[in-house]
Structures are given as C-alpha cells and as structure tokens.
C-alpha cells in the first residue's frame, strides 16, 4: 500500500515563507524522482519542481525560480518544499507525486502514480 502525506501549509501573507514536506511509505522513495504539484481554485493541477532521486537535478516552474527551493531527505522518506516571497496567486492545494522521468525532463506525474495524498492548503493573503 503506497501512501503519501503532506504538511507544512497555513495562512501566511504575501511575501512571506512557508516551508512544505511530504512523506511516504510503500514504495522505494530513494530511487525516484519526486515532484511538488499545485492545484489553484478553478484550475488544473501544474508542476512547480522535481527533484532527481539524489538532489542532484533539480527543476522549476519559471515564475517560482529562486524563491522556491525543493530539497529530499532519503533517510526518512521525505520531500520538502520551502517556498519564499509568497504571492496570492500562489494560494492552492500543494501535493507531493512521483514525476514521470528520472532526470526531472518534465515535469509531470508519473503515469501509474494512484496515490495522491490529501494535499495541503497553502493561502497567500494580500
């Protein structure tokens, strides 16, 4: 059973930082790239970062390059998201998924990937 957790959201106002982590268990984290993902209201789901299997590559969305910062922990099967200079447009349901290629190519979930957590809310205020 593959599950996956979200936490770290709130309420913070614009311009301000939050810091996102993610957790899973049954599956192999470690050999996986993994991705942050949003879902605003009214809106499809978009990629906001990958992170290769060793933190080595790693990719973002354009507007969020160097305010976003994606990091791993291996060790304890988790991903983190901190996210700085927060805008209101930025306000959404943030969930963790494996991506679908192994060097962050793209980014998008993995095709067979089920196991969408809960998400956790993040609201800008302006």
């Known amino acids: 059973q593959v599950q996956v957790m979200e936490s770290g959201g709130g309420l913070v106002q614009a311009g301000g930082s939050l810091n996102l982590s993610c957790t899973a268990s049954g599956l192999t984290f470690e050999d996986k790239s993994w991705g942050w993902f949003r879902q605003a209201p009214g809106k499809e789901r978009e990629g906001i970062s990958c992170i290769d299997s060793t933190g080595g590559i790693k990719v973002y969305q354009s507007d969020v390059k160097g305010r976003f910062t994606a990091s791993r922990d291996n060790s304890k099967n988790t991903l983190f998201l901190r996210m700085e200079n927060l805008k209101s447009d930025e306000t959404g349901m943030y969930y963790c998924?494996?991506?679908?290629?192994?060097?962050?190519?793209?980014?998008?979930?993995?095709?067979?990937?089920?196991?969408w957590g809960q998400g956790t809310q993040v609201t800008v205020s302006s």
């Open positions: 998924a494996v991506v679908s290629t192994p060097y962050c190519t793209v980014v998008s979930p993995a095709r067979d990937f089920r196991a």
